[in-house]
Structures are given as C-alpha cells and as structure tokens.
C-alpha cells in the first residue's frame, strides 16, 4: 500500500495517530495548505473587481476552480458549479431557491430514512412552510428497498432527495437506476443528490447520474472547511431565485428595485471564501493526481480488510452491508452495560490515540428505525488511513471492552 | 482525561445503589438529544426534604454514574441546598476534571434534579 500519510503535515508531527474521522473532515494535505497561503501572501485581492494584476489573477484562480470542478464531477457547463460554504447550505439554497417557488401544496417530496439531518431538516421545513406532503423512502437490511420505488414515487411527486452514500452505513445507493426509474415515472421530477460522502471516495460523473442538484463539500474531500459546492443544473437554475442578495450577484440595480446576473454568480452575494475555493481547486487537483480509481481501490482493500476484522468478534456488531459501500463503519456491542458510543469514544481517543465519532451522526430518525437511540460509534477512511489504523481501532476496542468487563461488584 | 473512566465511576456505572423508580414519587425527566442519553428521577419529599430518590433511563457511562452520585449526595438533603447546588461538587466526588463535552454528561442529573424541586 502506498504510504499517503507523509502528504498530510498533521500526520507527520502526529506519527501515532490514528485518525478514523474522515467522515466528519478529512485532514488536509501539504499541497492544499500551500496554495492557500500562496493566495494569502502572493495576489490576496478581492475578486471580480480590480483591474490591477494581483487582482485579475485572484479571479482568474478563483474562476479556474470552477472549471477544475467542472471537469471532476462532469458536468455539461461551467457554469452549473455554484460555490457554497457547504453541502448544508447547497441543500438549503435548493430548497430555499427551487423549492419555495416550485413546490406547491399538495406536492410530494421524497426523502429516505438513512438522510443527514441537512437532507431532511430543510426538505421538511419546506413541506410545512408549503403544505406539501413529506414522504420517506424505508430502509430495510441497511439499504433502500428498492421493490417500493414505486409505491413512493408518483405523478405527485415533484422532488426526490437523497443521499448518495450513507453516512452511517457506508451503503452506497443506486443512484443511476433511481433516476431513470423516476424519470419515467414523471419526466419532470427533480432530483437531489447529497453527494457529501460520496465525491473524495470515488469518481462521481454528473452527467452519468442524470441529476438536477448534487451537493457536496471541501472539508471532506481533502479542502478546506467553508466551502462546498452546489452543481446545478443550468435548466433549473433558471427556475431559481436567490437565496442572498447583495454585492456580486446583480444586473442592475435601481432604487425602485433590481435585476439578477445570469449563472452561477446569482447565488454568490458578497465576497465569496476565495482562499477556500482555490484551496478546493487544489483538493480537486490532489485526488485527480492519484486518480479516483486508486482512491476507490486503496479504501475498498481497507474495508475488506475491517470488515474481516471486526467479524471475527462476535460481541461487536457492524452495522452496513459487505459489499457495494465505502469505509465508514459503524459499530456497537451486542451486549448492555458496557457503556454507550460515548464512552468508547472518549476512551478510544485517550488512550489509544483513535479518534473516532460517537452519537447519532446527525441521523437521528436511522438511529431510531435501528433501535440504537444511545447512537453509534463510527469510524471512517481517508486515503492516509492504513491497515495499522485499523488495527489501533479493532484492538483499542477490545481493551474498552475489557474495561467494563473487569468491574467487580464492590 | 486518562483517569475518567476509574473504579469509582465504573462502580457507580455497572453497580448503582438508586437506580430504579419510586412509587408514588413526584417526577422530572430530561434528554441530552446530542448523545441520546436520557434521564428521568423519581423522588419522595417531606417536610422540604428528599427523603428518598431513584433514577432510570439510558446513557453513557458517566452521566449514569454521575446521576447515582449525585443522588448518593442529596438523599437526605433540603430542596433548598438542592437549588443552591452546581456541577462541580459532583465533578469533586467524581475526582476529575471534565471536558466541555463530558460536563454535559455528567450534568445531566442535576439538571434533571433542579426541574423536579422546583415543580
């Protein structure tokens, strides 16, 4: 396996770290942090303005990104890439910016059970706010049952949303053959995908998956927080109002009122995080040199490798299909009073250098149909992360095991 | 951080003197959605003071443990005092310094405790 931790400055002052959260953030390797501060201290002007060079070329870096993500995920135009602070204000701003002017009552919106909050909060919200009717896509064997598609999905559904990957489970859903079979159901549906888990693990292609909007961040793909990135599709942005008003994403403005610019520019008011937006586009450029086939390929040989791991204990249950996923593993004992998520956490983390996330990861009604309210305990892969962490985690956990076990009454 | 998950923490954790419901008893219950935990404590009073108390509900090892010491504290004690207390006399008897995110944890008891004397 090919030794990537050397590429992350975090991992080298930390040599005995095992970081296992890559779900939550991914850290940040050299390159990304570079080009950040190159920005800071070489041409750290503002955007779209200045017609001095370190201006023109701040936007000339800041407007490459756009192109650079274009290009990664595939899509038709440019101009479908919408810069966002995150995955939860790309999912709010469709459905702020589609969803207020295009779903009416009566309307159907269609989530599943295993959604992040910041895929079914916002969905929700509109429902009440509009009077449509929210309806949620059952999760049974930790996938989606695939055989009720169409007992969900009908001529009065007008928007589908979901995840891409679960958060929790690891299941990657089948997005393709969701949207062609919604599509016949009704041509016009539009579909949302939360592409947050999905786009730093394996090769995602717009136009392949035939989507409306799909949502996803730079933290978690190796770039730096405060940025994200909402693809939109250039028909649909059509149909959108903005969401923020101000510098930046006008015609013209009068005082009796004002007009809108034309492209993705409409939704990006004010300054936008230009240092995090070409820290993304050397993100983008990070995982296109070692290419997604290998990042897919590096994990998929880590999660083998957990999976026959952890099943070799029988008090410890993973929850998650074996095959067709990525490597986020949530686990908990089969067996009571050996503490909760929490505790595992918390001693994993001290004691064992293991860091790993505890609780309901931001999916509390999956939590709920899994009959885990206390939550999970989740570890996650990133492309530094190697057979080593795995055992850390595998071994760490076991030891905590063994620390609830060896009370004695008295 | 090492030392919190001790002997006397685990003891009150596996091993706890009032877990269970009182009969009878007046009641207040309270959830910490960012963990899952939840905890609900029945109580007898007479003449302004706790005569008897128990706790049940689900959570992590600390703040079940804690919710035992700190019922451990206060049997016996005037709802008055009880308004007057805070979380570290409960930190004190745990012996250790909490995290920010752990306090929440072992908060929770009192919490809960301080909405039941004040019914």
């Not at chain 1, 709010?92 to 589609?98: C, D, F």
């Not at chain 1, 940025?227 to 009068?254: C, D, T, W």
Request: proline share 3%; hydrophobic share 40%.
């Amino acid at each position: 396996m090919a030794d990537y931790k050397k590429l992350f400055p975090l991992l080298i002052k930390n040599p005995d770290l095992h970081y296992l959260d890559s779900g939550a953030t991914t850290l940040k390797p050299q390159v990304v942090l570079d080009k950040i501060m190159e920005y800071y201290t070489e041409y750290s002007a503002n955007i779209h303005r200045g017609l001095y060079p370190m201006s023109e070329r701040a936007t000339m870096e800041y407007e490459n990104v756009r192109k650079k993500v274009a290009t990664f995920i595939n899509t038709k135009h440019e101009s479908e890439v919408v810069f966002t602070s995150g995955t939860t204000a790309s999912l709010n701003l469709v459905s702020r910016g589609w969803g207020e002017d295009n779903i009416l009552e009566g309307d159907e919106v269609v989530i599943s059970e295993m959604e992040h909050h910041s895929n079914l909060v916002p969905w929700q919200e509109l429902c009440k706010r509009k009077g449509a009717i929210l309806r949620y896509w059952l999760v049974e064997d930790f996938q989606l049952v695939m055989a009720d598609m169409e007992t969900y999905i009908g001529p009065k559904t007008k928007l589908i949303a979901l995840t891409q990957v679960s958060n929790v489970l690891g299941t990657v859903n089948p997005i393709e053959e969701i949207v062609e079979r919604a599509r016949k159901i009704n041509p016009k549906i539009c579909i949302v995908i939360d592409g947050a888990q999905a786009v730093g693990h394996f090769k995602v292609d717009i136009q392949e998956l035939n989507v409306d909007f799909y949502a996803f961040s730079a933290h978690k793909m190796y770039g730096p927080t405060g940025v994200g990135v909402l693809y939109a599709k250039a028909s649909r942005q059509l149909q959108m109002s903005p969401e923020n008003f101000g510098g930046g994403m006008i015609k013209e403005v009068h005082k009796e009122g004002a007009s809108w610019a034309i492209g993705p520019e409409k939704f990006e008011a004010g300054t936008p995080p230009i240092a995090q937006v070409i820290g993304l586009g050397a993100a983008v450029d990070f995982l296109s040199g070692i290419g997604m086939e290998t990042v897919a390929s590096h994990e998929k040989e880590l999660i083998d490798y957990a999976i026959g791991k952890l099943e070799k204990y029988s008090n410890i249950r993973v929850l998650g299909k074996k095959n067709n996923r990525i490597g986020v593993f949530s686990v908990v004992f089969n067996d009571e009073d050996m503490g909760t998520a929490h505790d595992w956490s918390s001693i994993l983390g001290s004691k064992f250098n293991v860091c790993v996330r505890a609780g309901h990861h931001c999916a509390m009604p999956l939590h709920n149909l899994m009959g885990l309210p206390s939550g999970t305990l989740r570890a996650s892969l990133g492309i530094y992360s190697t057979k080593e962490d795995i055992d850390a985690f595998v071994e760490g956990l076991i030891e905590v095991r063994k620390i609830f076990e060896e009370t004695d009454n008295g | 951080m090492d030392d919190l998950y001790q002997e006397i923490i685990l003891d009150h954790y596996k091993y706890p003197t009032h877990k269970g419901i009182l009969e009878g008893g007046i009641e207040a219950g309270e959830v910490n959605m960012s963990c899952g935990d939840s905890l609900r404590i029945t109580a007898k009073v007479e003449k302004g003071k706790i005569v008897d108390a128990k706790f049940s509900g689900g959570g992590c090892a600390i703040s079940l443990a804690a919710a035992d010491i700190l019922l451990d504290m206060v049997i016996g004690k005037k709802l008055t005092e009880i308004k007057k207390m805070s979380g570290t006399e409960i930190e004190k008897i745990m012996g250790v310094e909490l995290t920010p995110s752990r306090k929440k944890c072992a908060y929770l008891g009192l919490e809960v405790l301080k909405k039941l004397v004040n019914v």
